[in-house]
């Protein structure tokens, strides 16, 4: 795993987030399938990144009942858009299910992250990285009518279709809800 990557794991658990890192896919989805053992319902946020590692897939072939975009589970499973490299993670959303299931509802909460999300300039720079690399793709991806999925850039535009409507970050790990981050030393996602 590289220095960045460690650094990230330590700013996390000080942050009181179970954290690891990992350095490949393989051995992110062998972690997530482990805590999908122990859990009847697991919930999917929409996450390019754990459909990447093949853990929505592994799921399905398992018979474990998947629910998206809800708030009530066992375990949910999503990615951020962004991740600082002292720990604060950033996910930007257009209705805020994902990120509402990541603060509360769900029994336990695992976050999948690519070393293609962790920057090193602070809450700001994330903002501006989920801005940049993730909204346009995602809007590309999900069909909407607005100028990133065209442009492929940022317009901060004010289209119905907008799906960067809701940001959160996260200072600290939710009091209530026992989330565990795997980073991986891959490129995962947007």
Known sequence: ???ILARTVEGLKRRGFE?????????ALKLVMDEAAKAESVGWGGSESVK???ARDALVATGKEIRDHQTSMDLFLLSANAITSDGVIVNIDGTGNRIAAS????????????????VNGGLLEAIAR?????????????????????????????????????????????????????LVDEDLGY
């Open 1 to 3: 795993m590289n220095e």
């Open 19 to 27: 954290a690891v890192g990992v350095s490949t896919k393989a051995e």
């Open 52 to 54: 990447e590692i093949g």
């Open 103 to 118: 603060i509360y509802g769900p029994k336990r909460v695992v976050y999948v992250i690519g070393r293609n999300k962790v």
């Open 130 to 182: 989920a801005k940049r690399c993730a909204c346009p793709p995602n809007c590309r991806r999900l069909n909407k009518k607005t100028p990133c999925a065209d442009l492929g850039v940022c317009a901060d535009c004010d289209s119905p279709d907008r799906i960067c409507k809701v940001t959160a970050f996260f200072d600290r790990a939710p009091t209530r809800t026992p989330t565990k981050v795997i």
